[in-house]
């Protein structure tokens, strides 16, 4: 566990968060490093500050045991491509992210000068991450009920949750199923361009069937950018 020392301030920050989250820790510390970054714990190693990698290893599995788990017991008609499907839906970073700004969880992170600077507590990965190494607190603080109880609130039971949430649009799969019916052969995701600082990327991809060039699309993740260049090309082969 880290050695970091709480301060009055930052105690009460915690204890802020404790009731946005709906959850007491019985050692505050774990939720302390819970938000810390690797940025910030860099700017301390000679303190043995660490940061909330590991909290977030562990979140994961949780996070994807508990999800797992209510979708096979609340959505039994699903076959297991749809669970598959739905459940790497709703653990993915757009929809931790999502969560992780209702939750405010930005406000509470410890981060490095630089990443301050660049609006790390605004960067969609680094919220996603944060969430998950707060599970992984949670967990490891309260045990697997405390954690199932804040995954199925949080994931399920508030109003960001929708069925259409978890079973949204999944262009590649639907673009693939078009050009496989049209006969245009193997689709290939290329990078046209990338741009922004490594902490900031921006990415550009356009879509090749065969020997027939697509559309594009961009996106700060590659798995965004492809997914953008999907939803154009299916347009255009709608449009004729």
Not at 1 to 18: A, E, P, V, Y
Not at 35 to 55: G, I, Q
Not at 197 to 225: C, L, R, W
Request: charged share 30%.
């Amino acid at each position: 566990m880290s050695s970091l020392k709480i301060g009055s301030n930052r105690k009460k920050k915690l204890q802020k968060i404790q009731r946005e989250i709906g959850y007491l820790f019985n050692n505050e510390k774990i939720l302390n490093q819970a938000l810390v970054h690797r940025s910030y714990a860099n700017e301390f190693k000679r303190d043995k500050v660490y940061d909330n990698e590991r909290l977030e290893f562990l979140g994961d599995s949780v996070l994807g045991l508990v999800v797992s788990n209510y979708l096979f017991n609340e959505y039994r008609e699903l076959t297991e491509g749809e669970l598959s499907k739905y459940r790497s839906n709703l653990v993915c970073e757009e929809s931790l992210s999502e969560i992780a700004n209702n939750l405010k969880l930005g406000e509470y992170l410890l981060l490095g000068r630089g990443e301050e600077a660049s609006g790390g507590r605004k960067r969609s990965s680094i919220l996603a991450d944060a969430l998950e190494a707060l599970i992984g607190g949670i967990y490891l603080d309260g045990g697997m009920a405390a954690a199932q109880r804040f995954i199925v609130l949080r994931f399920f039971h508030e109003d960001t949750f929708e069925r259409e949430r978890i079973s949204k649009k999944d262009y590649k799969t639907t673009f693939q199923e078009k050009i496989q019916k049209l006969g245009y052969g193997e689709i290939e995701y290329r990078i046209t361009r990338e741009w922004g600082p490594d902490h900031d990327k921006n990415f550009e991809v356009k879509v090749i069937a065969g020997s027939q060039t697509f559309e594009k699309g961009s996106g700060k993740t590659k798995k965004e950018a492809e997914q953008q260049a999907a939803q154009n090309s299916i347009e255009k082969i709608e449009q004729g």
